[in-house]
């Protein structure tokens, strides 16, 4: 820390308890009392050099006075900046610091120790090393800062413009890469360094370079400054065109030092476990200002931090509008969230449900709200896409993803009304969701630990899927499934019937572009040359045989999924029509009848059809075989 001395003579004061004298061989005549402590002194040193103790001695005199006692109640600093003070009038040797420069100058100036009082007065020395050296360098700018957190001294401070001076030099600093030039702009300790940045030993040039600094060198240090100031840094800061990302960057660190359970994890690494967290009233208050500096901008800090602050402010009884700030600011990034984000506990009287759904709704709301507003046009980031693994994936498709999971998690929570559930599977869009297999499980969840909900509910709660956006293993578990309404488990299964048809005929049309290909193959052998069509002949038999051979295990595979559906089918029939069922025995066995004919009659004419093209393609194939037997003997008889 630099300092700069003053005075010559030996320090002459002596403390006894609750007093200072001055040991000058000269009894004291004059009593100043400064707070709790008592200074006897002489006045000629005091008056010669402040205007203030001029006047007072003066006042003092008139009066006859014999006992001279002064009282300085508000001089800045106290007793301890005092002593410095009268240190300086008699001559003493001492020394100005970054720690006591602030203190100092206030004091010169609530004395009036100006030039007209002596010349090299404290206000002017004071002035020259804090503008000359002090606001030169960046550890002592922020020391002298520091002290200007005083309540005794802001005031004082604000009216000199010091606290004002210091945030401007910090402020040039901060903003100023510090491996622009090769050389950093803050203080080492350690061996001198020259303006090219090479080491200096002895005043020989080593060669060897300082470490470069990343733009987050100074987070540590301006976290020692107490809230208010940091926030007249802070805004600055971003009056100074300082990048948001960096201004974010500070204000996580700043809260994480600050506030308790941010990042229990990383306590220990970024050495914080020391600090001693402020009560209650004051992390609300530093959560509140946190909030209201932060830019309501997407990834300038984490999601994680974000929860975080939300959780702290939920326990804490923040206000509505920074509870309100916090959930948008999630809202804006949510697709960068995790599961284990969105599990935060209700903290309220109530205990309604076990995790606080409230948050969440209001979260996805106003994600969506702003995807609908940019037409979903905010593709996934690079990091994002190395993350999932899959570039295809939009950030509201992400989110269909993420709520449904955390409606698997939250449904057996048997406090959770089914409006609540449904609002916020609702709060998904339906073009969010590629498949519905997550939402499937989620209800699948919540019918089994809510067993006692009535009919018409389970009705209206499955009508949140879509059936037809079921995969294959899902319908399969749909139609077994005996929690599902009857309604359910026959859309189910007339999907299912669909996509098994779509797949019959994709087969069909796969082993018709074989027989296309190899007609095409066929009326081109008379083109080539003689060998040439024989090696032809040879592989399109053989690509041939493959399809064929393909088509037949592939046939054989659906006529067993089509009987295996069949058995279900009659086996749920004689349930219901031996329970009774839904509008009796009888409707039941007429309507499995009529659905067995249909599927039945589907089935034939598919296999019919698949026979037909397989006897057909067989034909075609021996023709072909007999064909070019035929023409090889002739080829042979010739040659």
């Known amino acids: 820390m630099a300092s700069m001395k003053l005075g010559s003579k030996a320090d002459a004061f002596q403390k006894q308890g609750q007093a200072w004298f001055c040991t000058t061989g000269l009894p004291s005549d004059i009593v100043v009392e400064v707070e709790d402590m008592s200074f006897h002194l002489h006045k000629f040193p005091l008056l010669s050099r402040s205007g203030v103790m001029e006047k007072l001695i003066g006042d003092a005199s008139e009066k006859g006075d014999a006992n001279c006692t002064i009282n300085l109640k508000d001089i800045p600093g106290g007793a301890k900046t005092f002593e410095l003070v009268a240190k300086f009038c008699y001559g003493v040797k001492h020394k100005i610091t970054a720690s006591n420069v602030v203190h100092l100058r206030c004091a010169a100036e609530h004395l009036e120790m100006t030039e007209q009082y002596g010349e090299d007065n404290l206000i002017s020395q004071t002035e020259i090393f804090f503008s000359q050296v002090v606001l030169k360098n960046w550890k002592d700018s922020l020391k002298s800062l520091q002290t200007c957190g005083d309540e005794r001294i802001i005031p004082h401070a604000d009216e000199l413009n010091i606290t004002k001076r210091c945030i401007e030099s910090l402020v040039a600093k901060a903003s100023t890469d510090p491996n622009l030039f090769g050389w950093p702009v803050i203080d080492h300790d350690g061996p001198m360094q020259s303006p090219g940045g090479s080491l200096l030993w002895n005043g020989i040039r080593t060669g060897a370079r300082p470490r470069n600094l990343s733009l987050d060198w100074w987070f540590h240090d301006v976290s020692s400054l107490t809230l208010p100031l940091y926030k007249r840094l802070t805004l600055a800061m971003e009056a100074q065109g300082i990048k948001q990302e960096v201004i974010g960057g500070s204000l996580e660190y700043y809260a994480k030092k600050y506030l308790p359970g941010l990042s229990r994890r990383k306590?220990?690494?970024?050495?914080?476990?020391?600090?001693?967290?402020?009560?209650?009233?004051?992390?609300?208050?530093?959560?509140?200002?946190?909030?209201?500096?932060l830019p309501m901008q997407k990834g300038l800090v984490s999601t994680q931090f974000l929860f975080g602050l939300l959780r702290s402010a939920l326990i804490l009884r923040a206000s509505p509008s920074c509870i309100l700030n916090l959930e948008k600011r999630i809202g804006i990034q949510l697709d960068q969230a995790t599961l284990e984000d969105l599990l935060m506990p209700n903290f309220s009287y109530s205990m309604e449900t076990l995790y606080n759904i409230e948050c969440v709704l209001r979260m996805v709301e106003h994600f969506m709200a702003i995807d609908q507003a940019t037409d979903g046009a905010s593709p996934c980031s690079i990091e994002d896409e190395r993350l999932l693994g899959s570039p295809s994936l939009t950030p509201v498709t992400i989110v269909a993803k993420l709520i449904d999971g955390y409606l698997a998690e939250v449904a057996p929570d048997v406090n959770l009304k089914l409006p609540k559930f449904m609002s916020l599977a609702e709060a998904v869009p339906e073009y969010a969701r590629p498949m519905d297999d997550g939402l499937y499980r989620a209800i699948d969840i919540y019918l089994k630990s809510h067993p006692y909900l009535a009919d018409s509910d389970r009705e209206q709660l499955c009508k949140l899927m879509d059936c037809q956006k079921l995969s294959l293993e899902a319908c399969t578990h749909a139609a077994q499934n005996e929690r599902l309404p009857l309604r359910i488990i026959v859309q189910v299964l007339f999907f299912e019937q669909l996509q098994l048809r779509t797949s019959i005929a994709g087969c069909f049309l796969v082993s018709d572009n074989l027989a296309d290909g190899s007609r095409q193959l066929r009326?081109?052998?008379?083109?080539?040359?003689?060998?040439?069509?024989?090696?032809?002949?040879?592989?399109?038999?053989?690509?041939?045989?493959?399809?064929?051979?393909?088509?037949?295990?592939?046939?054989?595979?659906?006529?067993?999924?089509?009987?295996?559906?069949?058995?279900?089918?009659?086996?749920?029939?004689?349930?219901?029509?031996?329970?009774?069922?839904?509008?009796?025995?009888?409707?039941?066995?007429?309507?499995?009848k009529k659905f067995r004919f249909k599927f039945k009659t589907q089935m034939c004419s598919a296999q019919d059809g698949s026979i037909s093209k397989q006897d057909n393609a067989t034909v075609k194939l021996e023709k072909g075989r007999g064909k070019q037997q035929k023409h090889n003997k002739d080829l042979y008889r010739e040659g």
């Open 267 to 293: 306590t220990a690494q970024m050495g914080l476990a020391a600090v001693d967290p402020p009560p209650d009233e004051a992390q609300k208050i530093l959560l509140e200002e946190i909030d209201h500096l």
């Open 523 to 592: 009326n081109g052998l008379g083109a080539a040359s003689q060998e040439g069509c024989w090696n032809t002949s040879v592989r399109e038999n053989q690509v041939l045989k493959v399809g064929m051979d393909s088509m037949r295990m592939r046939v054989s595979e659906l006529e067993k999924e089509c009987s295996d559906m069949k058995q279900e089918i009659e086996k749920l029939g004689r349930v219901m029509g031996d329970s009774g069922g839904i509008g009796g025995g009888g409707a039941w066995s007429n309507m499995s």
